[in-house]
């Protein structure tokens, strides 16, 4: 059973420029959230899609969008970067719900993607 | 708004030392908790989480950790640490809403642990 797979690894891009990162979750899985990973910080909550839609968001600006497919997998966009947008970037995937039934979103994590900006 | 203190940026212990690192949490009500540990240059791996119930929650690789809403508090325990377990431990506390986190989590600073052989 694959877990969640993120590409790609690593990448470099200068200032000004636009990335997409992409995820795709585990089997199973309905749920992508995304975090940004700082040198020496934990995760920060970017935004969270279920069902094609951006469903919660943390303090990121609008330079930061996503989408996800109708496969669940998901992309993470990032426009006109800044040296400070250089982190690891986490995909996690959890299953929101069964059956109907909210389940508690527990989150698979990938190893995620490292952006340098220079 | 919820947040979690990771007091100990870095711990150090010998092979075979018992190991406690603290977590503390602000949330209004009884939040999701969760411990996460990462290698270098890898993604997150779950340790063990709390939900509701017994407060005393087993996890992966011997850990166990004990939530204390007195306390605000949910701190990861080892009895015995092996090399092995040399990474970075973060705690993270998720609300609830309708019975899930909803994929949103808010992460402490994360606390490394070297172990001396």
């Known amino acids: 059973d694959a877990g969640v797979t993120q590409s790609p690894t690593h990448l470099i891009k200068t200032r000004g420029q636009q990335v997409t990162l992409r995820c795709s979750p585990k089997s199973g899985h309905d749920t992508v959230s995304w975090y940004q990973q700082a040198l020496g910080q934990g995760p920060q909550f970017i935004f969270q899609?279920?069902?094609?839609?951006?469903?919660q968001r943390g303090n990121f600006p609008d330079r930061f969008s996503g989408h996800q497919f109708p496969n669940y997998s998901s992309e993470l966009n990032v426009n006109a970067l800044l040296l400070g947008d250089s982190a690891l970037y986490l995909c996690a995937s959890s299953q929101l719900t069964s059956g109907g039934k909210l389940r508690t979103g527990e989150l698979f994590f990938g190893e995620g993607s490292r952006l340098t900006v220079l | 708004a919820q947040s979690v203190t990771q007091p100990d940026i870095h711990i150090t212990v010998s092979e075979g030392a018992s190991l406690e690192l603290r977590c503390n949490y602000s949330y209004g009500a009884t939040p999701y908790l969760f411990w996460y540990v990462q290698s270098p240059g890898q993604g997150l791996q779950l340790l063990l989480k709390?939900?509701?119930?017994?407060?005393l929650v087993q996890g992966i690789k011997g850990f166990e950790a004990e939530f204390k809403r007195s306390q605000s508090s949910f701190n990861l325990r080892k009895p015995s640490v092996h090399w092995s377990d040399a990474a970075e431990y973060f705690c993270?506390?998720?609300?609830?809403?309708?019975?899930?986190?909803?994929?949103?989590?808010?992460f402490g600073q994360g606390t490394i642990l070297t172990v001396h052989p």
């Open positions: 709390y939900f509701s119930g017994d407060t």
């Open positions: 993270a506390v998720g609300a609830r809403a309708g019975g899930t986190s909803y994929g949103k989590l808010t």
């Open positions: 899609y279920y069902e094609e839609e951006e469903r």
